[in-house]
């Protein structure tokens, strides 16, 4: 990859990618040259090296085809005690004759749409890796919620990863919920092998009056995997999203999520956790635009880091003028596990109404050792006492996840890392 220029890379992407949106992929190029890949001294991209570590990764800056999945890989990768709708991708590709859709929920190709609305939500203009992917894909799903429907059973978006030589994987999805529906996503990505690859997820959402979405993230690839991941959502007067970002590993991972509350008594739900080890880097940027009065944003995210791992923090929340009566909360707490643990945090607020209730703030420390003392006093051993801490810690933002069997399969997985049951 280093003896390609910027230009080259995306104009390889882009003349390999099918002549379908050919005028949206266009636009995303030129976007993409205006901005190029963000350096060191980009405010936005400052503490998460992206350029480099593609240039240090990947051997082959191309898009990864396909691969075949079987129904046996897709049950064991199902968490334990699911009821729900499946819909399976290889490398980015929506695999029909493994999926199921159920009453209520439209499932078609981007390219099956006339008149797409692709980057109407999440704006090429806005992010360079935005860009890259409005450039670069092949297709992608368009998932459509019927207005007053309530689909109580969770929709996962079961995705499959495999790529030779670090190559890149590029998914889109556009989500629709009518007025007055209800849905909850799950998008859980696997890795089959530990070959490094690079995967730019671009996530647009739009939620109608008085619809309620929820939007569960599960990263747990392998070590070796690079991934950009931009979630763009707007709701609308009355309506709710909530969103969870659960990432356990990767080699460096970069969560783009923007709200924008564009309707009155809306209401934003954010949280977030990273367990990380070894050198694992994770950057989450959050972004919330108050647009209207009388909207409500509330933001938890917590990390937990081991070894040599590196965690950021920037969250910001953007209030309009107009946007009185504004509730917004947002807090980022972690906890270091290793003298080489770092976190970079930068909570914001960016006012410009005065009759708000707003708040921010982020903690950075240890594990408490009076408590962990406490613990082995009556007589738990050093290891549990410290899983017991760490899922206190954690069980805030876990506790948001209403499916029993995402819960538990992360609770399960955490166990595992800290080597304790609690």
């Known amino acids: 990859m280093s003896t390609l220029t910027q230009h080259e890379l995306v104009l390889g992407l882009f003349e390999a990618a099918p002549a379908t949106f050919l005028s949206l992929r266009q636009l995303g190029k030129e976007s993409f040259y205006a901005q190029g890949m963000p350096a060191l001294k980009s405010e936005e991209y400052k503490f998460t090296p992206l350029a480099k570590k593609l240039e240090s990764s990947l051997t082959d800056f191309f898009p990864a085809n396909p691969i075949k999945i079987s129904a046996e890989q897709v049950k064991s990768a199902v968490f334990t005690g699911f009821e729900g709708v499946v819909l399976v991708f290889s490398n980015g590709k929506y695999l029909p004759e493994l999926s199921k859709s159920t009453e209520g929920l439209t499932v078609n190709l981007l390219s099956e749409i006339e008149n797409t609305p692709l980057g109407s939500i999440a704006k090429a203009d806005k992010d360079p890796f935005t860009a890259l992917n409005q450039a670069t894909f092949t297709d992608g799903l368009h998932l459509s919620i019927d207005s007053k429907k309530s689909i109580e059973s969770p929709i996962l978006l079961l995705q499959f990863h495999q790529a030779q030589g670090g190559q890149v994987i590029s998914p889109r999805i556009w989500i629709e919920a009518g007025d007055f529906s209800k849905a909850t996503f799950i998008d859980y990505q696997v890795s089959l092998d530990a070959a490094p690859y690079f995967v730019n997820k671009v996530v647009e959402i739009k939620g109608g009056v008085h619809a309620n979405i929820t939007y569960h993230s599960l990263q747990e690839e392998s070590n070796h995997v690079i991934e950009v ?84 923090f920037n969250g910001k929340i953007f209030v309009r003028q107009i946007a009185q009566k504004t509730n917004a909360f947002q807090q980022n707490n972690n906890i270091l596990l290793s003298e080489d643990a770092i976190i970079n945090t930068k909570p914001q607020l960016e006012i410009w109404a005065d009759d708000v209730k707003c708040s921010h703030g982020c903690t950075v420390g240890q594990l408490d050792e009076e408590a962990l003392f406490y613990l082995q006093a009556r007589g738990i051993d050093k290891i549990t006492a410290k899983g017991l801490l760490l899922y206190a810690f954690a069980g805030e933002v876990l506790d948001k996840i209403e499916d029993d069997s995402l819960r538990n399969y992360i609770v399960n997985q955490i166990q595992k890392r800290l080597g304790s049951n609690f």
């Open 229 to 312: 991941s931009n979630v763009v959502t707007n709701i609308y007067q009355d309506a709710q999203f909530n969103s969870t970002q659960i990432t356990l590993s990767g080699d460096m991972v970069r969560n783009n999520l923007t709200l924008n509350l564009l309707g009155s008594n809306s209401v934003g739900n954010m949280y977030g956790l990273y367990l990380l080890q070894g050198k694992t880097h994770v950057d989450n940027h959050t972004n919330v635009d108050h647009t209207i009065p009388h909207a409500e944003s509330n933001e938890l995210y917590k990390g937990i880091m081991a070894d040599q791992s590196r965690g950021v």
